[in-house]
Each structure stands twice: as C-alpha cells, then as structure tokens.
C-alpha cells in the first residue's frame, strides 16, 4: 500500500528522526567521513592506506609512465610488496621470450624487484621508477648475442680457433686479477698485487666494473656471476676522495648502465643511479659547462690543476657524458643537453673546437686542436648520439658533420710517403703528428659515412681506410708490432715515435676498434688479418705469469714492462677483437652504440619514431 503526501505533513524516519534532523545528521556523518578520508593525504608514511582507496589511474595496475628511456616506458611505481622477476637471459640463454631467473641482488636490488619490471630507487624515495626490462628487449632488432651462427662452424675453423684465443686471453687477465687484485682498481702483474690510483675518489673495483659486459658477451658465465657478486656485496659509494667525472663516467657509468641492459639485474641500475647522482655537482658552474673533478665528500668541483693553469674543462671530457647521462636522464638528461647549447652559441675557429674551455666564462682558453687526446671522444660521442638516437638528433648529426668538414680542410695531410693522418692544430700551425687515441678517427668516420650526404659516403669510406691503413703502419713500423702512444711524418721519417717519450704502448684499444668497425662495414680480411697481428704481438711481449702489461718501447726487441694491467684492456682492447672475429650481429650495430670505454648502450628503437632526443 503506498503512502500519499498529505500537506503539511512530515513524515518520521524509521529512527523516530523528522526529516530535516535526518537532513542534519547526514550531513554530520558526511563530513566527519570526508575529514577522516582526506586525513589519510596528511599522515606521514600512509602510503599503504591510499592504496586501499585510490585506483591506479594507467592501464598497468601502480604503473604511470613518466618519460621514457631508450625508447621505453619509464613509469613511476608506488611501494609493493615484492615479488620474483623474469631478468635477462644468462649468459648463452639469449632469448628475450623466456624467463630467466638470474641469482639476484641480495640487499636493496633484491627488495626492488616486482613483477616484470626493473626498479631503481634514487635517493631512497618511496616513489620508484621502473623499467620494463621485457618490452626493451623485444625491441632490439637482433639477439643481444647474435644468432651464434659460427656454433655450426667447424670445430678446427680458423675463425673459430682465432675467437677461442681472445675468449682464453680474457679468462687469463680477469682470473690473475682476481688472484692477486679481486677489488682493487687495476693489477700490477709483476708484483703481483693490486693497485688503486687516485682517479676514481675511493671508488673500488674498476677492473670489475670494466670487465661485466665483456665477460656476458664472450659467455664466461663463472667470472661474470663472480663479478656480479663483487658488485652486489662490496661496491660502495660512501667514499669522500676526488674523482675524476670523466673516467668515472664512461668507465663506472657506462659499465654498470651496459650491464643493466644486457642482463636486466637491478643491481647494476640502482648502482649507476645513485653514482651518477654524485657526479652532479661538476655542473654547479655559472656556464653549466662542468669541471673535471668532483669532491664526492665536500660536493665541491675543480678543474685539473694542469688545464690551462686550472682554469678550464676539457673538451674530450664535459663532451663526453651524452651517451651515459641520458639514460640517467632522470638526474641528468637536461645538464648534458645545456653543453650542446653552449658550444653551439659559441664562435668557433674556422669550424674547429679548441680543446680548453672555461667553465666561468664561456671562452675558449686556447686554440689548441686535436682529435687526438684532450678532443677525441668529444667528436666520436656527436655521431654516436646521432645513431643512439635512432636518427632523430638532428642536433647531433649536424655538429658532427659540420665538425668533420672543418678537421678535414684544416687537419687533414697526406704525408710524401702516402699516408693520410689527422694533424693538431694550434693557433693555424699544424704539428705534423697523430697519438694513438686519435686512431680511433677510422672507424668513427665509417661509422658516419652512411648518414653523410650521398655524395660524400664513397668519399668518407675510402677516408676511413686510409687513417686506419696509416695507424696499422705505425704497428708494423716498430720491432714488437704494437703501436706508440703518438707518431710523426717529419724529417723523413713517417709513422714513427721520435723520442722515448712516446714510445709506449699501455694496451690501448683504438686501432683495433677501428679494425672492427672496418670488417663490420667491409669484410675486407685485411683487418682480420691485421687483427691477429695484434693478438700474436700482446701474447709475445706483454703477457706475464701474472696478467697482461704494457711495454715501455715498442721498438726495443725485448720491451720493458710498465706493470700495470690497464682497465681498459678488458673492458675495449679484448673485446673490439673478439667483435672483430666475431658475426656482425653479435652486439649489433643496429641495436648498440659504445660509449668511448666501448660499453654497449641500447639504440632508441622507439614506437614514436621523429621525436628526437628529448624521449630519452
């Protein structure tokens, strides 16, 4: 039976309350609800009580994508409970489709870790930013190991037998640095211990760091997961020397960064973030351009005491943190960026870049050129943004051209004898000599020659043969067939160290990196062939009982030791030489750019191709 309204009449409620107290009441009771809910956004650490009551607003439940890195999604990531992640495959097990459940981190990584995604934890915020280590990988064009072709070689096979050496060469330097150096910077293989420097600010375990990829990429699963194990219990950054934001950067950085990519292990990203968050108080300077050494204690930053009386930064130095300082872009993508800025403004000698320039001021300090040492990578990193960027730098791609144009009418010679080289240039006086860094210049330029003008690429290829024929002259020139830290085409002489001085050979990488790029772009056997001289030359004069050396002069028969076991010579020498025996698309160029300590980082296959550099 239903009730008709009769004018007048209030009815009760079933509580014995008339309407306008039920009115009241509601109201009441609505507002000391909405006062206990909106509580919950002004106690601290009430993040677990927002969840019970806040939906995730992104398709992923938690997950919001932020930016991105590499051409994949960087979402932040509220605080879970964790739970076992798929990571890379091991070592060998390269398929990006199956789960792989690596050991893991123990401490922090390990507590990081929730579903599919790679977390890393700056500063210890309870706000995380995570990486989706599965889509990245789906991305690349090729296997991270390559499709391991030559596993059906002949077993006997030359190439085969040549590739097995380099892999035995690697396991004897890292097994002698682990008997007599485990966690020291570098090894003195004839005293047989451990040596520290004073580059890194107390950082440990250079060797270490420099070493991971090239362990992962040549399958030496044991010495990798020792590696790893070194990094996730004894890797410490509460250190308070002076450190040198260069070598930090392309060796601890760029090592930890590679690692994360090629493996997915948490630990090495969160290690990569949180060192590359002490390096940012080189860029507290009033041009943005940093200084070269960093006081991870005080926070302070200086300029070498030896640039220009203390006054400048270093071209090859503040020009060679793009590759690594994006994929931290969080930190430090914008810092990177300002230094294209500035050297763009800024006049130019006939198109040249001088090597010392100010941090205060913004002037060049000198005009001294060189893409030699003090200038080298600066023009290698300008390409490599241009390819890591899948293309899309446009910034990048012009510098680097405009920047080749001008070395090649300025510096450039061809010596009576034949030989082509890239000269220095200080003030509009050439000195007619190259250093050993600079030989790296082949293989950058053919690198770039498929993006050049069409009717340069021809032109630039036969340029990056000829410099690398001339760096493999100055190998052959010397009685050991290994190369001098700098040579001259003056007095008759050509391709040759002139004074002791220069005369050593410290296990450097850059001809050998130029034979890879060579082979990878031609397959001409010459640098296969030119390749193996090298290995012969390492084994005969500078392995020891305890590890690989340098020598003192490379044209002296019986070469003196320097005993130092270079980090470098793991982390580039051995590996460009493995690369160069090996299929082109192991580690292939398509997918992967290296920085200038020749750690893979991933090309930015993104979805959203055009954007440009601003993705990362």
Not at 231 to 252: P, T
Not at 435 to 454: N, Q, R, T, V
Not at 517 to 537: C, F, K, N
């Amino acid at each position: 039976m239903l009730m008709r309204k009769v004018p007048g009449f209030v009815p009760a409620s079933p509580w014995g309350l008339r309407l306008p107290q039920k009115f009241l009441f509601l109201l009441f009771l609505s507002g000391l609800i909405t006062l206990c809910f909106g509580a919950l956004f002004l106690l601290p650490n009430s993040s677990r009580l927002k969840r019970l009551f806040l939906a995730p607003r992104t398709q992923q439940p938690g997950l919001e994508v932020v930016a991105e890195v590499a051409g994949h999604p960087l979402v932040r990531k509220q605080e879970s409970p964790p739970n076992p992640a798929p990571a890379a495959p091991a070592p060998g097990e390269d398929d990006p489709s199956r789960p792989y459940h690596p050991t893991g981190p123990r401490e922090e990584a390990t507590a990081a870790r929730s579903s599919s995604v790679a977390v890393f934890r700056p500063q210890e915020e309870s706000i995380r930013f995570s990486f989706d280590f599965n889509a990245f990988r789906s991305r690349l064009r090729h296997p991270v190991l390559g499709t391991r072709a030559y596993k059906s070689e002949e077993p006997q096979s030359l190439v085969r037998t040549q590739r097995e050496k380099i892999k035995e060469m690697m396991q004897f330097a890292w097994q002698s640095y682990k008997r007599y150096a485990m966690g020291k910077n570098e090894l003195r293989p004839l005293t047989k211990d451990g040596y520290e420097g004073n580059m890194f600010g107390g950082l440990s375990g250079a060797t270490i760091i420099d070493s991971l990829d090239t362990l992962y990429l040549m399958e030496l699963k044991e010495e990798f997961q020792e590696a790893k194990a070194w990094v996730e219990e004894h890797f410490h950054l509460n250190v308070s020397g002076e450190a040198s934001l260069f070598e930090v950067n392309i060796r601890y950085i760029g090592g930890l960064l590679s690692a994360f990519y090629l493996t997915g292990e948490e630990v090495f990203r969160i290690k990569a973030i949180k060192l590359g968050e002490k390096l940012l108080p080189a860029f507290n300077t009033p041009t943005g351009i940093p200084k070269g050494v960093v006081n991870f204690k005080s926070g302070s930053n200086r300029s070498w005491g030896w640039a220009m009386a203390g006054s400048s930064s270093i071209l090859a130095e503040f020009g060679s943190l793009h590759l690594e300082f994006l994929h931290l872009t969080e930190l430090s993508g914008n810092q990177v960026r300002h230094i294209r800025k500035v050297l763009r403004k800024i006049d130019k000698p006939f198109g040249l870049y001088p090597n010392f320039l100010s941090p205060v001021s913004g002037n060049w300090m000198q005009h001294h050129v060189s893409v030699g040492g003090l200038g080298d990578s600066f023009y290698e990193y300008l390409i490599k943004s241009w390819l890591m960027s899948a293309k899309t730098d446009m910034e990048a791609k012009d510098m680097y051209y405009e920047a080749l144009e001008a070395i090649e009418t300025h510096l450039l010679n061809v010596s009576p004898g034949g030989l082509t080289y890239i000269a220095e240039w200080r003030g509009g006086i050439l000195d007619h000599k190259m250093g050993h860094l600079a030989c790296f210049s082949g293989g950058m330029i053919a690198l770039g020659a498929e993006d050049a003008k069409e009717e340069k690429r021809a032109h630039y290829r036969e340029l990056a043969a000829q410099i690398t024929k001339t760096c493999h002259e100055s190998y052959t020139r010397s009685d050991t067939k290994l190369g001098p830290e700098a040579f001259w085409f003056n007095s008759g002489r050509e391709a040759v160290a002139t004074q002791l001085s220069e005369s050593y050979y410290i296990l450097r990488p850059e001809v050998v990196e130029s034979y890879m790029y060579l082979w990878r772009q031609t397959h001409d056997p010459v640098y296969r062939a030119w390749g193996w001289e090298v290995v012969m030359a390492l084994e005969k004069h500078c392995r020891t009982e305890a590890g690989f050396s340098g020598i003192q002069d490379v044209y002296s028969s019986i070469p003196s030791h320097d005993n130092k076991q270079q980090t470098f010579f793991l982390a580039e020498t051995l590996k460009y030489l493995y690369l160069l025996f090996s299929e082109d698309d192991t580690l292939s160029l398509e997918d992967w750019v290296f920085n200038t300590e020749a750690h893979p980082l991933p090309v930015n296959h993104s979805d959203s191709a055009g954007r440009g550099e601003d993705q990362l």
